[in-house]
């Protein structure tokens, strides 16, 4: 028995013929009867029936729970050898969402030797969807993401580093900038410059207009957001965010708090495999994050 074997009856399982899993693989029929006899010989049943009158593939129980797990099996193969890579390679893989990572590095990198330690790690940039993904399949050895509710997975250790409110920014000029909090209804007025779409600022400001029938008006979206904020300044439009991304210079712009019915959160957290083995470096930079957090005392 083989991964390979383990691979044919994941495909037998989605197709339920031996001719079409041979045409997949490029191999001869006998090929894969053989792959299912060998699995078969290890786990001392049946695992398909023994039927040639049947069209397709039909599994007995055993082969019904085999099938259930190999998923499981398979991800667990590819997430090792992954694992091992990394480790052979001496290079850890971090992901960092581009805007998180320019918040958190800006406070790391006023430590000392902090350089030398980051320049160990391989640094993944993506959104967090993505990172999540990358995480769970073996990609990335630990990540930074941001959402708008707080992560759970069971193959997951995640830890909660910062929760932030949403603001509405707009330029001292513009007429909002005099109230002491804001409804998202009176934002309606005016039109908004966001972040790129598929971020959790996306998210935030989707969830809010939906609320209010989509009545919004976006003009403009950025990668950056020391675009927006000079934009906003300008008082060409304004702009939902949370502090935690702060603009380079906030003379001109007004930050102002949405009303509590209207309040939605921007969450921070970093997240690595339970069965991982962390590398001392990786440990350094977790404790060093968890000293930040305390810090700036954003919990």
Known sequence: MNLRDFEYFDALGKVLSFTQVATQFNVSQPTISYAIKRLEKYYACDLVQKDPSHRF???????????????????????????????????????????????????????????????????????????????????????????????????????????????????????????????????LAYPFILLERGLAHTTAFETLNNRYNKKANVLLHFADVHTIGQLVKSNVGITLMTDFLPFEDMEGLVKIPLVAEDKVLFYVQYAYLKNAILDDKLQRLISMLDRLSKEDELL
């Open 57 to 187: 593939v039909i599994f007995t129980r055993e082969g019904e729970i085999l099938k259930s797990h190999i998923t499981n099996i398979l991800d667990e193969f590819m997430i090792t050898e992954r694992a091992i890579e990394h480790a052979k390679q001496k290079k850890i893989h971090i992901g960092f969402p581009p805007l998180i990572r320019a918040r958190i590095f800006s406070k790391l990198l006023s430590e000392a030797d902090t350089a030398n330690l980051i320049s160990h790690f391989n640094l993944v940039s993506a959104r967090s969807k993505d990172l999540l993904n990358h995480l769970l399949s073996g990609q990335l050895d630990f990540s930074l993401m941001g959402s708008m509710a707080p992560l759970s997975h069971p193959n997951l250790t995640l830890k909660l580093l910062y929760k932030r409110e949403f603001y509405i920014f707009v330029s001292k000029d513009n007429p909002l900038s005099e109230k002491t909090e804001v409804s998202f209804a009176e934002t």
